[in-house]
Structure formats: structure tokens, C-alpha cells
């Protein structure tokens, strides 16, 4: 199965950018659709982005034109680019690869912080 470790958060500024990175290893990583969700405190995990392994790609409205998924398949690892974070954006952010006949897996998550 993939196993998934998320680097690249951090605390930044309103208005500034981070680039989430989530390395998968195992096999059949290109057969895994890769996701991104989050979770602040006192409320529910929400979807944030996901890309699919032909490179088709989804995102929540609240980051829409904010938000970049993509994924290196030679290097085995998705990224998400943030663009002008908001203070509503700090979260966990988990990565997940999710492939059909298969459970979930998840990375350990990773913070983001965004001050006002």
C-alpha cells in the first residue's frame, strides 16, 4: 500500500503562499487518486483539492483560483500550492490517496497557520 508524508507548513502572513508537499511510497502510486482536506479547530474535515491519476483535478470553492493541485508521478509526490492565504485557510491539512477496492490512507497532517 502508499504510505504518505506531508512536509512544507508553516505560519505565514495573509496574503502569503506555501506549498504543501505529501511523498507517497509503494507501488501503484499513479493509480491512486491524491487529495488534499483540512480541519481547524472545533470543526468537521473539509475536502480542499484532489487530482485524479489522469491529472483531473477538483476544488472546494472556498480556494478556487487560490489553490494549485498537482502531482510529480516520477517522483511519486502531489503538491499543493497556496496562493493568498487567509486566516480562515489555518488548518491541518492531511493529504489522502484514495483508489477504488481500497481504504483511504492518510499523511499525519500537517499545520498551516495564517496571521492576520
Known amino acids: 500500500q502508499v504510505q504518505l508524508v506531508e512536509s512544507g507548513g508553516g505560519l505565514v502572513q495573509a496574503g502569503g503562499s506555501l506549498r504543501l508537499s505529501c511523498a507517497a511510497s509503494?507501488?501503484?502510486?499513479?493509480?491512486?487518486?491524491m487529495g488534499w482536506f483540512r480541519q481547524a479547530p472545533g470543526k468537521e474535515r473539509e475536502f480542499v483539492a484532489a487530482i485524479s491519476w489522469s491529472g483531473a483535478t477538483d476544488y472546494a470553492d472556498s480556494v478556487k483560483g487560490r489553490f494549485t493541485i498537482s502531482r510529480d508521478n516520477a517522483k511519486n509526490t502531489v503538491y499543493l500550492q497556496m496562493n493568498s492565504l487567509k486566516p480562515e485557510d489555518t488548518a491541518v491539512y492531511y493529504c489522502q490517496a484514495h483508489r477504488v477496492g481500497f481504504d483511504d490512507l492518510w499523511g499525519q497532517g500537517t499545520q498551516v497557520t495564517v496571521s492576520s
Open positions: 509503494g507501488r501503484a502510486f499513479t493509480t491512486y487518486a
